[in-house]
C-alpha cells in the first residue's frame, strides 16, 4: 500500500527522486496540499504517513529545527525545553 501511495504522489508532484532528501522536503506553507490530498484519498494524516509521502518513503531518520518548522503544526514535535 505504502508503494502505491509514493507511486501516486510521485505522479501528482513529479519525480523529485534525484533531489536530497534537504532538498525534497517541504516547503514553507507548501504542506496544505499534501494534507489535502491525504484526506482526499482518506491517508490518515498522521507524521509517519506525512513524512513517508513527502519523502517518497525514503524519510530522514531526524529533521533538522528547520525541517520540522515546515511541518504542519499539528505533525511537529513538541520543542525540547531547556
Known amino acids: 500500500?505504502?508503494?502505491?501511495?509514493?507511486?501516486?504522489?510521485?505522479?501528482l508532484h513529479g519525480d523529485r527522486s534525484m533531489?536530497?532528501?534537504?532538498?525534497?522536503?517541504?516547503?514553507h506553507g507548501s504542506w496544505k496540499g499534501m494534507v489535502d490530498l491525504m484526506e482526499h484519498l482518506k491517508i490518515p494524516v498522521t507524521r509517519e504517513n506525512f513524512l513517508e509521502?513527502?519523502?517518497?518513503g525514503n524519510p530522514p531518520k531526524q529533521?533538522?529545527?528547520?525541517?520540522?518548522?515546515?511541518?504542519?503544526?499539528?505533525l511537529r514535535k513538541a520543542r525540547e525545553q531547556k
Open 1 to 11: 500500500m505504502a508503494t502505491a501511495r509514493v507511486s501516486l504522489i510521485r505522479a
Open 19 to 27: 533531489k536530497s532528501q534537504e532538498e525534497s522536503g517541504p516547503r
Open 53 to 56: 509521502l513527502e519523502y517518497f
Open 63 to 74: 529533521l533538522s529545527p528547520e525541517q520540522e518548522e515546515e511541518l504542519p503544526p499539528s
